[in-house]
């Protein structure tokens, strides 16, 4: 098949676009010297990940009988311990109603992905052709078909059988399994464990500048049915941004990459696999596409922030705070202010996933006013910009404005400056004033000029007043020359 277009997104579950298009690609787990992930085997191997035929279960009522027939290979003891009443005695195995409510949806229905004893089913099918996978898959079929017979059989569940309203299959079953692990790209960037367990690590390149999509999914891997014994001690992340540089091929040009084919490490594919993730990853390589087929250029050359800026124009996250939702009146200065590293986020542990908070609400110290400062104007003199004011101290909306207007050199405002009572600086506190309503810093009155500012507030008044975001293009690879 020949396909004429100048952007290709590849959305396939296996990687086949790029694949056919002779992109570099990497399949199972890389090896620890390849990755630099202490937690990576020695030696790399073709494992990936199990895989599911996700079934959906409907509660006809009791009395009903929906039982299904005996699958083809049935092998009970493959199930035995998928609940407590059915053999599991480990801690953490639930009882059979917990495991049911694990896949709760509307109108009575139940999502059958269980992992504990349950229908994952260990096959790679990748390298195979459409009609050697269709036929490979039946085995999955089989696993789930089985599991549904099992807890039929052994918890009188017959009421609950196959949604006879969901998929329009001849088994019940929907078009294709959950795929967890598919080729993964060798991309301009390849996202690492390492790069997520500390994002703003100094002595890596701050990938996060580049986020296009996010997730808070822990790093999570299905092996339970590999053929091989893998034991796997995977370190904890906070909510993480996926780099534009995974979706970009090194040598390909015309095509981006999606879905669960973007360039990233085995161990990192346990939390990018995640279907929140790979949609939102769909929305930024469609973006991507959009404005590449626009400019008429390649996928490597595009502005990474005019894709940002797109992205963020639709409510989309380019960072993980979730403190900060899109409903948020920051909530665009705030992604464009922490896409620059200006004002940073913090990890919060948060249960089964980790969250990334950037206090949106808290008041803010005059140390992290400095930071900000200090990093987005160059040359300037924190000690003058921020005198008389103690480290620590909480700071004023106007005690903002004056401390911008010292650090863009104290301009003089073009028309006379309105009168401002204040003992400590009336003139300073006047020209200030002046110069931001002049140049639209603030949008709002902002007539209680002594209540104390929020970070939300003073990420707004950095992004109007200095516009770090669109004042500095970003690399695909930020600071590859000095961090890699």
């Known amino acids: 098949m020949i396909v004429e277009a100048q952007i290709t997104v590849d959305a396939t579950e296996y990687g086949d676009v790029m694949a056919g298009a002779g992109c570099a690609y990497d399949v199972g787990r890389d090896a620890r010297a390849e990755t630099g992930e202490p937690q990576a085997p020695e030696k790399p191997d073709p494992y990936i990940q199990d895989l599911s035929y996700v079934a959906i279960l409907k509660d ?3 009395g009903k009988d929906r039982g299904v027939g005996r699958p083809l290979g049935y092998n009970e003891n493959l199930y035995f311990g998928t609940c407590r009443e059915l053999g ?3 801690p953490t195995v639930p009882d059979c109603a917990r495991m049911l409510a694990y896949g709760r949806l509307p109108n009575n229905k139940f999502m059958i992905n269980w992992p504990i004893h349950g229908n994952d089913c260990y096959l790679n099918v990748i390298e195979m052709d459409r009609t050697r996978r269709l036929r490979a898959l039946r085995k999955a079929k089989r696993i789930t078909m089985g599991w549904i017979y099992f807890v039929q059989r052994h918890l009188n569940w017959r009421h609950l059988g196959l949604a006879d309203d969901e ?21 301009v960037v390849r996202l690492t464990a390492l790069d997520l367990v500390d994002p703003y690590d100094a002595t890596r390149a701050p990938l996060y500048k580049t986020g296009v999509a996010v997730g808070n999914y822990p790093l999570d891997h299905h092996h339970a049915r590999c053929p091989v014994k893998i034991e796997e001690h995977l370190p904890e992340i906070p909510a993480f941004a996926v780099p534009y540089g995974c979706l970009v091929p090194q040598e390909i040009d015309g095509l981006l990459v999606a879905e669960k084919s973007i360039s990233v490490s085995h161990i990192v594919n346990g939390c990018t696999r995640l279907q ?24 490597r050359q595009l502005s990474i922030r005019e894709l940002q800026h797109t992205l963020v124009g639709q409510r989309c996250y380019l960072l993980p705070f979730t403190d900060c939702p899109p409903v948020h009146t920051h909530f665009a200065a705030v992604q464009r202010i922490g896409a620059t590293g200006l004002m940073r986020g913090k990890p919060v542990p948060h249960g089964w ?35 008389s004011m103690e480290i620590g101290r909480v700071l004023t909306r106007l005690q903002c404005l004056v401390i911008l207007w010292r650090a863009i050199g104290r301009p003089s405002p073009l028309r006379d400056s309105p ?15 002046a110069v931001a309503r002049e140049r639209e810093w603030v949008v709002e009155k902002w007539e209680a000029l002594e209540k104390l500012i929020t970070r ?8 109007r007043a200095l516009d770090p975001f669109h004042a500095q293009e970003v690399e695909i690879v930020p600071g590859y020359s000095t961090c890699r």
Do not use: K, W
């Open 353 to 387: 996933a980790n969250e990334m908070h950037f206090a949106p609400d808290a008041l803010l110290a005059v140390d992290d006013a400095a930071v900000a400062l200090r990093s987005a104007c160059a040359g300037i003199e924190i000690g003058r910009v921020f005198e």
């Open 456 to 463: 939300a507030e003073f990420a707004s008044l950095l992004d």
């Open 419 to 433: 009168s401002y009572a204040d003992d400590a600086a009336p003139v300073e506190a006047a020209s200030a004033l």
């Open 167 to 187: 998929f329009p299959t001849s088994d019940g079953l929907p078009f294709i399994p959950y795929n967890r692990e598919s080729r993964r790209l060798r991309g």
């Open 276 to 299: 929140p993730v790979v949609m939102l990853v769909g929305q930024a390589a469609g973006a991507a596409a959009a404005l590449c087929v626009r400019h008429r250029c390649q996928p």
């Open 60 to 62: 006809y009522g009791q």
């Open 88 to 90: 599991g005695n480990a």
